[in-house]
């Protein structure tokens, strides 16, 4: 059985950092890529960032380029968010998010879901 686990989210005031965590269990955490998507209240979900299974490559959505940075521990199977210079319109669920097939980069599809963690930027 597959488990995507989020924690870290919260109450951050503009400017200041977060860091989201994401424990996943059930698969061979190393050869799958693995991303971050986010929703906004009334809005759709949205990707964020991903980083492949070879830790080699990642992208992001343009505006958190320079602010949030992907990364993964595979010894730990866990994927990090580093969230840095929050602003309001980062106020979201987070979601983690694996790909559906192994050694898939860019990933088609994302397979497996964590059940969010809760992030708002407010003062």
């Known amino acids: 059985q597959v488990e995507l686990t989020e924690s870290g989210g919260g109450l951050v005031q503009p400017g200041g950092s977060l860091r989201l965590s994401c424990v996943t269990s059930?698969?061979?955490?190393?050869?799958?890529?693995m991303a971050w998507f986010r929703q906004a209240p009334g809005k759709e979900r949205e990707f964020v960032t991903s980083?492949?299974?070879?830790?080699?490559?990642?992208y992001f959505i343009e505006s958190v380029k320079g602010r949030f940075t992907i990364s993964r521990d595979n010894a730990k199977s866990t994927l990090y968010l580093q969230m840095n210079s929050v602003r309001p319109e980062d106020t979201a669920v987070y979601y983690c998010?694996?790909?559906?097939?192994?050694?898939?980069?860019?990933?088609?599809?994302?397979?497996?879901w964590g059940q969010g963690t809760q992030v708002t930027v407010s003062s």
């Open positions: 980083i492949n299974y070879a830790n080699t490559r990642t």
């Open positions: 059930g698969r061979t955490f190393s050869i799958y890529t």
């Open positions: 998010a694996q790909c559906q097939t192994p050694a898939q980069s860019p990933c088609e599809t994302y397979g497996y």
